[in-house]
T-cell receptor, first 111, second 114 residues
Framework: DQQVKQNSPSLSVQEGRISILNCDYT??????FLWYKKYPAEGPTFLIS?????DKNEDGRFTVFLNKSAKHLSLHIVPSQPGDSAVYFC??????????FGTGTRLKVLA | DVKVTQSSRYLVKRTGEKVFLECVQD?????MFWYRQDPGLGLRLIYF???????EKGDIPEGYSVSREKKERFSLILESASTNQTSMYLC?????????????FGPGTRLTVT
């Protein structure tokens, strides 16, 4: 059973526009929700996270929104840049050791 | 800067071979993890360790074992490699408590078993 789902395998956005990546989850016990970015042949790098007690966290061009009633989180990138082209994984954690990752969304930002 | 390094970027092994994947982190993190990444499946946890000599099974431990003799080093062992273990293997580390829940990943080892 996939507890963390990214239903869009890919997304294309024009440079300068907003990119919205979505993630759904099923477990109400998750403590943190995280977004990672992954370039080819590299490991994932942490982008931004949000505690389950918050509904928004912002860091520069990146904002994560958490809707607990819908069990949904989204990552907004504004404005999108060609360097943002990568695979984005959402992840959820329970405690210190248990991380569940989504299957990833490949973002392509078109110049 | 946190650095997590993995011993090989690419590895080709034959079916039945014993395979060792090494991971080293330089930030004195207590927690270390091994994942595999496959297309359409995301990252799946194989094993994790929260202290030296301590280990716990993740979601897909079958066919794998681990060793943590020193705090900075976490090894993944494929006892008898099989073709279905062809994958990208990612090591990660994290402190015992992190305000962001963040893990730090190595660059990955792409293992091909023929």
């Amino acid at each position: 059973d996939q507890q963390v789902k990214q239903n869009s395998p890919s997304l294309s956005v024009q440079e300068g526009r907003i990119s919205i990546l979505n993630c759904d989850y099923t477990n109400s016990m998750f403590d943190y929700f995280l977004w990672y970015k992954k370039y080819p042949a590299e490991g994932p790098t942490f982008l931004i996270s949000i505690s389950s007690i918050k509904d928004k966290n912002e860091d520069g061009r990146f904002t994560v929104f958490l809707n607990k009633s819908a069990k949904h989180l989204s990552l907004h990138i504004v404005p999108s840049q060609p360097g943002d082209s990568a695979v984005y994984f959402c992840a959820a954690s329970v405690g210190t050791y248990k991380y569940i990752f989504g299957t990833g969304t490949r973002l392509k930002v078109l110049a | 800067d946190v650095k997590v390094t993995q011993s090989s970027r690419y590895l080709v092994k034959r079916t039945g071979e014993k395979v060792f994947l090494e991971c080293v982190q330089d930030m004195d993190h207590e927690n270390m993890f091994w994942y595999r990444q496959d297309p359409g499946l995301g990252l799946r946890l194989i094993y994790f360790s929260y202290d030296v000599k301590m280990k716990e099974k993740g979601d897909i431990p079958e066919g794998y074992s681990v060793s943590r003799e020193k705090k900075e080093r976490f090894s993944l062992i494929l006892e008898s490699a099989s073709t279905n273990q062809t994958s990208m293997y990612l090591c990660a580390s994290s402190p015992p408590t992190s305000g962001t829940g963040e893990q730090y990943f190595g660059p990955g080892t792409r293992l091909t078993v023929t």
